[in-house]
């Protein structure tokens, strides 16, 4: 989690989150995107971040993913962390986000949004905890209630996880579990 004292009314948000919906590319990625010569592309994802989500879900946070492009190897990172709510091709992530928290019978203050530029600014607008990495684009970044101090694909979504763990007494929990 960020070293830096975390601001009352982010811990506050954070206590009522029940649904955290990530975009990939610049979030769960560092934003870079690898293409070969045939066209086939590789992302790099962080194990940190996959241990958050999974912490979040065992804790009965759900976790989605919406992002706006196509991509088979985020159809099969979400299957590895065993993330259902995927939504890939979406250039609409205010209507996925408010959809999914419909479905889950909750309102929006009870939604994260990570997310990192542009296309993901009216997601974050209505989400109760708007959050971008450090590596954010500026225009972004001033409106989210907070930012991480790791970059996307660097831990950001771990730092995120870590803040709605702590601020929902999940910690001893989360560590417990690890110890013998």
Not at 67 to 78: D, F, L, N, Y
Request: charged content about 20%.
């Amino acid at each position: 989690m960020s070293t830096l004292p975390i601001p009352a009314e982010v811990t506050e948000r954070a206590a009522r989150i029940r649904l955290v919906c990530f975009d990939v590319d610049g979030t769960l990625t560092d934003g870079g995107l690898g293409i070969a010569s045939d066209g086939s592309e590789f992302k790099v994802f962080h194990v940190h971040d996959g241990l958050g989500l999974k912490l979040l879900q065992q804790n009965g946070i759900e976790v989605a993913i919406i992002t706006a492009r196509q991509s088979p190897i985020v159809a099969h990172r979400a299957r590895e962390l065993g993330i259902t709510r995927l939504q890939q091709g979406c250039l609409d992530k205010l209507t996925a986000m408010l959809g999914l928290a419909r479905e889950l019978g909750i309102d929006e203050t009870q939604v994260a949004f990570m997310g990192d530029d542009l296309p993901d600014l009216s997601a974050m607008r209505r989400a109760g905890l708007a959050v971008v990495p450090a590596n954010a684009h500026a225009w972004t970044a001033e409106h989210a209630h907070w930012q991480t101090q790791r970059a996307g694909g660097h831990g950001a979504a771990r730092e995120l996880a870590d803040l709605i763990l702590a601020a929902q007494g999940h910690v001893n929990a989360c560590v417990a579990r690890f110890l013998p």
